[in-house]
């Protein structure tokens, strides 16, 4: 391999670890940006109905951004490696059986997210014309955060198992 190659294979990389940096950064800006909708529309609800003119609508918009919150977190927990897991089944196997007992789950992991995504997208075709009754909001885009969710986590999982130490055990 010549100078040329290894300085377009670096490049490559570079720019890749780019587009993961941005991705991960963009996921995690919008998690804390909902919640940040979330306590201000929460308070901003508590408030109006102290002085007597509730808002309709805030618990709404608050029920559909937890809902964003909850699946986009999935995709940044996933992207660190930290969703809760049980170490110790896997521990009691030796060192050579735990990356394919690793290996194993999370090729489940992908199945059940692949799963996820098609039955979600089916699920959003079927609701884009309901609409919810205070904000008129399509229910289809508000649940288009199921199937965008679960192909970021197979995202995320192939890359972990791509970068994972585990499987150069």
């Not at 618990?59 to 559909?64: G, M, N, Q």
């Not at 909850?70 to 059986?97: E, M």
């Amino acid at each position: 391999m010549d100078n040329q190659e290894k300085l377009e294979g670096s490049t490559v990389e570079v720019k890749r670890n780019i587009v993961w940096r941005v991705m991960d950064k963009a996921l995690e800006i919008t998690t804390v940006s909902l919640l940040a909708i979330i306590i201000t529309l929460m308070a901003l609800q508590i408030i109006m109905r102290y002085i007597g003119m509730p808002l309709r609508w805030s618990d709404e918009i608050a029920k559909y951004a937890m809902v964003w919150m909850t699946f986009l977190g999935s995709v940044v927990v996933i992207g660190r490696r930290a969703h809760v897991s049980i170490d110790a089944l896997v521990a009691i196997f030796p060192q050579k059986v735990q990356k394919y007992v690793w290996f194993f789950t999370n090729g489940c992991s992908i199945i059940f997210f692949a799963v996820l995504a098609w039955y979600g997208l089916r699920f959003v075709k079927m609701n884009l014309s309901n609409y919810s009754l205070i904000t008129g909001m399509s229910r289809g885009y508000i649940f288009s955060v199921i199937p965008v969710s679960a192909v970021l986590m197979i995202v995320y999982l192939i890359r972990s198992m791509k970068e994972a130490p585990e499987w150069n055990c």
